[in-house]
């Protein structure tokens, strides 16, 4: 039985029109700091919808389980993109405020 909710459908048609933003503006985008991280964070992303869209047509386990994957891998590009844009050291003292 083919299960789609609608939910899935609207992420993975946020995800293209933000595809086209990206395509659209890549010289932009290429001067943030590693954008090339943030770019691929967002690929995966991307990917993760077209895999939930997809697991219910066919392959569902298999996709479910390459959706979560996909998940996994573009957070950790997003973390590790914020971690050298914002830095992950600690300041204490006047530097705090």
């Known amino acids: 039985m083919i299960e789609i909710f609608e939910n899935e459908v609207v992420m993975l048609l946020i995800g293209v029109v933000v595809l ?3 395509l659209g503006n890549r010289q932009q985008l ?3 700091p590693a954008s090339s991280i943030l770019i691929w964070g967002f ?3 991307l990917g993760s919808w077209i895999l939930t869209v997809l ?7 298999l996709l479910n389980y390459m959706d979560h994957a996909c998940y996994a891998i573009g957070s950790i590009l997003v973390a590790v993109w914020c971690l050298r844009v914002f830095g992950g050291g600690r300041k204490t003292g ?3 405020f």
């Open 20 to 22: 086209i933003f990206i």
């Open 30 to 32: 290429k001067s943030l």
């Open 43 to 45: 690929f995966m992303m």
């Open 55 to 61: 697991e219910g047509f066919l392959w569902e386990e």
């Open 94 to 96: 006047k530097e705090a």
